[in-house]
């Protein structure tokens, strides 16, 4: 199968093909080809790493590059990444789960809103500085921008997720439910906080707003790829669901 031209050397448009494609053209102004490019992020966001530990790991199998270049390709490349992965994704549930949890970006307190589906599966991130009616709007909008109008909505008792929806109106054919969180009723969204928690301390915390939104929007879509379900599916269909994940990781 050729190359496309857009991945060619003297073209940067990348947005129109499937950027991790295995190929060892380079882009444009890069030394590395595509798939170590892929490969490093694939790391970097599959796993609790920093990006120090991605060179170190890079350097293993013989690849010379400093962190910073490491940075430059996540800014870069990841949005990329995040959209690709968002276009192969299933059809999403209809009932969302929401919540949100403190995190220190630069020494202040901001509030990470996350939703996700009955499976478990995120649709979607927002850091904000608030959880206000405001900021729980703007995350519904964010939502009903991607996906359609859910049948159910599962929340803490929060006032602003019940303030938010009555001012959209496009929501009021959805039921709303409050769960208690002591009972772990939402259990579903509170255990994909997870891997954020894990990769802010592998990042000895978060340091600035703008680049934190911007990395743990591809690694919501990877944290999907390699997600398992329950500890009871067979041997045999985990193995298969993580080879399916790798067919699709950048490599």
């Not at 499937?18 to 490019?37: C, E, M, Q, S």
């Not at 995190?103 to 995120?122: Q, T």
């Not at 964010?142 to 009555?166: C, F, M, N, Q």
């Not at 934190?212 to 045999?236: C, D, G, I, K, M």
Request: net charge positive; hydrophobic share 35%.
């Amino acid at each position: 199968m050729p190359v496309p031209r857009k991945w060619q050397r003297g073209s940067g448009n990348l947005t129109q093909v499937g950027w991790w494609a295995v190929t060892d053209r380079k882009p444009y102004r890069h030394r590395f080809p595509l798939n170590v490019i892929g490969y490093a992020l694939w790391l970097y966001h599959r796993f609790p790493l920093s990006q120090r530990d991605v060179q170190e790991l890079l350097h293993e199998r013989g690849i010379q590059v400093s962190h910073a270049t490491l940075r430059q390709w996540n800014m870069k490349f990841a949005p990329l990444l995040t959209k690709e992965l968002r276009h192969r994704e299933p059809r999403r549930g209809s009932r969302w789960h929401l919540d949100e949890v403190c995190v220190k970006v630069g020494g202040v307190k901001h509030w990470l809103w996350r939703a996700v589906d009955d499976r478990g599966d995120v649709l979607d991130i927002l850091l904000q500085e608030h959880r206000d009616t405001e900021a729980a709007k703007s995350f519904f909008v964010r939502l009903l921008s991607e996906y359609d109008v859910p049948e159910v909505i599962h929340t803490d008792k929060l006032w602003s997720y019940g303030a938010a929806p009555r001012e959209l109106p496009v929501l009021r054919t959805a039921e709303h439910v409050q769960v208690v969180s002591t009972s772990r009723c939402n259990n579903l969204v509170e255990h994909s906080h997870r891997p954020t928690r894990q990769q802010e301390r592998a990042q000895l915390g978060f340091k600035r707003r703008p680049r934190t939104q911007e990395f743990l929007a591809p690694h919501a879509r990877v944290s999907n790829l390699h997600r398992q379900t329950r500890t009871t599916v067979p041997a045999t269909h985990r193995r298969r669901n993580q080879t399916a994940a790798l067919l699709l990781r950048p490599r």
